[in-house]
C-alpha cells in the first residue's frame, strides 16, 4: 500500500519568513496530493491540493509543487502570519483505488510574532 | 459548521461499555470515512463508505464495527474497546469514492478507562 513520509514534524519560523514542508510517497500510481491545515482542537481543513497532471500550484501565499519522478511533493507558505501556526498534513490517494487518502505524520508549525 | 457534524465530541466510556459513535454530513456527498487520529501518529484510515457500501476495512478491529444506513449518516458502534483506542475519532465526507478533497467533522475525543 501507499506510504506517505512528512518532513521535518516541528518547523518554527520567524514571522514574515518562509515555511517548507516536503513529502514523499512510494506508490507511483497515486495521483492526488492534498494538504489539510489542523488547527489546535480543530477539524483538519483542506488548503490547496495539486493533481499529478500539474507540477506547481499557487493560491494567494500558499504553493505546492510536485515531483512525480521523485515522488515527492512540498508546501511552500510565504509571508508567514501568526495565524498560520497549526499542524499541517499532506496526504496522498489514487482513482482506482478509491479515494483512500493516506496521511503524512504532520508537521507542527510555529510562526513566532 | 462544515456540513460534517458528529457527535458525542466527547465520550469517556470503561471497556466493558457499549457506545456509538455518530457522523451526518449535510453535503450531498456520497462517500463517508472513519479516521482514527492518536497523538504522535498519522491519520489512520478506518473504513470508506461509497454510496452505502462498505469498500474498505482497513485491518481494523471487530471491537469496532460500523454502520452506513444512508449515504448521509455514518456511525462507528464500540464494544470492549482497550485503553490504547482513546484517540481523536475523525468523521469525513466527499463527493464520491474518486480522487478529491474531504470534509471532516469535529472529531468525537475518546476516552477508555
Known amino acids: 500500500g501507499e506510504n506517505v513520509e512528512q518532513h521535518p514534524s516541528t518547523l518554527s519560523v520567524q514571522e514574515g519568513d518562509s515555511a517548507v514542508i516536503k513529502c514523499t510517497y512510494s506508490?507511483?500510481?497515486?495521483?492526488?496530493f492534498p494538504w489539510y491545515k489542523q488547527e489546535l482542537g480543530k477539524r483538519p481543513q483542506l488548503i490547496i491540493d495539486?493533481?499529478?497532471?500539474?507540477g506547481e500550484k499557487k493560491d494567494q501565499r500558499i504553493a505546492v509543487t510536485l515531483n512525480k519522478t521523485a515522488k515527492h511533493f512540498s508546501l511552500h507558505i510565504t509571508e508567514t502570519q501568526p495565524e498560520d501556526s497549526a499542524v499541517y498534513f499532506c496526504?496522498?490517494?489514487?482513482?482506482?483505488?478509491?479515494?483512500?487518502?493516506?496521511f503524512g505524520g504532520g508537521t507542527r508549525l510555529m510562526v513566532k510574532p | 459548521e462544515t456540513g460534517v457534524t458528529q457527535t458525542p465530541r466527547h465520550l469517556v466510556m470503561g471497556m466493558t461499555n457499549k457506545k456509538s459513535l455518530k457522523c451526518e454530513q449535510h453535503?450531498?456527498?456520497?462517500?463517508m470515512y472513519w479516521y482514527k487520529q492518536s497523538a504522535k501518529k498519522p491519520l489512520e484510515l478506518m473504513f470508506v463508505?461509497?454510496?452505502?457500501?462498505?469498500?474498505e476495512n482497513n485491518s481494523v478491529p471487530s471491537r469496532f464495527s460500523p454502520e452506513c444506513p444512508n449515504s448521509s449518516h455514518l456511525f462507528l458502534h464500540l464494544h470492549t474497546l482497550q485503553p490504547e483506542d482513546s484517540a481523536l475519532y475523525l468523521c469525513?465526507?466527499?463527493?464520491?469514492?474518486?480522487?478529491?478533497?474531504?470534509?471532516f467533522g469535529s472529531g468525537t475525543r475518546l476516552t477508555v478507562v
Open positions: 469525513a465526507s466527499s463527493q464520491d469514492a474518486r480522487a478529491g478533497g474531504y470534509t
Open positions: 506508490d507511483s500510481a497515486s495521483n492526488y
Open positions: 495539486i493533481r499529478s497532471n500539474v
Open positions: 496526504a496522498a490517494s489514487r482513482n482506482n483505488a478509491g479515494n483512500m487518502l493516506t
Open positions: 453535503l450531498g456527498h456520497n462517500a
Open positions: 463508505y461509497n454510496f452505502k457500501e462498505q469498500t
